[in-house]
């Protein structure tokens, strides 16, 4: 799966899965309040949490591999606060050509491709199974810290 694709796909699951915790809020606090829409946002919340967390590691990921500034990293991972911002923001980078090219497997005379974050990937992406590990595992711990913390605002 080439970077584009890869960011792509994280990019459309993060809108899908606002619209689901967007509806399982609608449904919550307009139309089922109670278990049931209790129930609804507890799972919507818990796919979006997960989703967005994959979206954030995958912009950062890509952006090491494209060679994107520190800042637009962040601002890549700033838009899955937003709903739907993932995609125009996709968009916008497509327009840019910030999303051409394969993965970065072998160093260049480039300096950009000799720095600590573009050496790790390297090595991750010689080996991807360990990549994809480290990946998830960080993925599972983050997000068990999230949910040690409990839902964002404190509230039910």
Do not use: C
């Not at 307009?30 to 979206?55: I, K, M, Q, S």
């Amino acid at each position: 799966m080439s970077p584009r694709l890869l960011y792509r796909s994280l990019s459309i699951a993060e809108a899908i899965t606002w619209t689901i915790l967007i509806t399982a809020m609608l449904l919550k606090y307009v139309f089922a309040p109670g278990e049931f829409g209790d129930g609804a946002v507890r799972v919507g919340g818990f796919v979006h949490g997960l989703v967005f967390l994959a979206y954030g590691i995958t912009a950062v990921l890509v952006g090491v591999n494209q060679h994107w500034r520190l800042r637009l990293m962040l601002l890549a991972v700033a838009t899955a606060v937003v709903p739907y911002a993932t995609i125009p923001f996709d968009r916008w980078l497509e327009r840019r050509t910030l999303l051409e090219g394969d993965w970065r497997r072998k160093a260049t005379s480039d300096p950009r491709d000799h720095t600590l974050a573009s050496r790790l990937l390297r090595i991750g992406l010689a080996r991807p199974i360990l990549l994809a590990s480290v990946l998830v595992v960080g993925l599972v711990a983050v997000f068990t810290v999230m949910l040690s913390l409990g839902p964002p605002g404190g509230g039910a």
